[in-house]
């Protein structure tokens, strides 16, 4: 059984049909990777899975447990941390005040402080400004704060919605180096991206999303190699 099930989801902003019945599943371990083009619905799915959008039909499953539509204080609860499109910091707290929302979930001290340790593992960057107002940071540090206060509720499962957004290279190949050593630890990840190349050299399954539908499923080199993807998404051919 997989960790996350999405059947036949559905997903509506008024009159305008932004999911049209997406079903995807992610494997405990992986990370599986979305891409498609602006408008396709890639972060409406990873809304729809932590609560932030209504599914209007269809059901998300996590763990074997239905938590379609279930608050998103209670899915982060359940294991699920959403890193959002646009970082979404508190930008007029510090570092180490974004780091303690995040942790709001847990009542474990002593695993909170571990945690933060970790973060900051991760990110050197991070404990140099452990006091610094959030919202003067470089885009790449806020991104990097992003990340690290969703790890901070010790997720099973990190959705990490376009986190190379705005970047420059040098910090996108940073943040794709953490996002394998998140992985490696056992973190299991979905993972939405315009820099497809990128994002598909990092999964292990990927998920072609257009107009609210999925419209190619594949292990992850396999869509890499495919020439409708390396046309329509990799810039090549």
């Known amino acids: 059984m997989a960790l996350l ?22 494997e405990a371990g992986q990370v599986v990777t979305l891409i498609g083009s602006n408008g396709a619905g890639k972060s409406t799915t990873l809304r729809a899975i932590s609560g932030m959008v209504r599914v209007t039909s269809g059901t998300v499953t996590f763990d074997g447990k239905n938590i379609t539509n279930l608050p998103p204080h209670e899915i982060v609860r359940l294991g699920i941390a959403h890193a959002p499109e646009g970082r979404g910091i508190f930008a007029n707290l510090t ?9 709001f979930v847990r009542s474990d001290r002593a695993g909170i402080a571990q945690d933060r340790e970790r973060a900051f593992t991760l990110f050197p960057r991070l404990k140099e400004r452990q006091r610094q107002i959030a919202g003067t940071l470089s885009g790449g540090e806020q991104q990097m704060l992003a990340i690290a206060r969703a790890l901070q509720s010790r997720p099973r499962l990190l959705l990490l919605d376009e986190p190379s957004l705005g970047l420059a290279p040098q910090v996108v190949s940073t943040i794709f180096q953490i996002i394998r050593e998140i992985n490696s630890t056992g973190t299991t990840i979905l993972l939405v991206e315009q820099n ?22 594949d292990d992850a080199k396999v869509l890499a190699e495919s020439d409708e993807v390396r046309k ?6």
């Open 95 to 103: 570092v180490d005040e974004n780091l303690e929302v995040g942790a």
């Open 5 to 26: 099930e999405i059947k036949d989801v559905r997903v509506s902003y008024g009159p305008v049909s932004a999911l049209q019945g997406v079903s995807l599943a992610v």
């Open 196 to 217: 497809a190349t990128m994002a598909l050299r990092a999964a292990h399954r990927g998920y072609v999303l257009e107009v609210g539908n999925i419209v190619l499923a």
């Open 232 to 237: 329509a998404y990799l810039g090549i051919g």
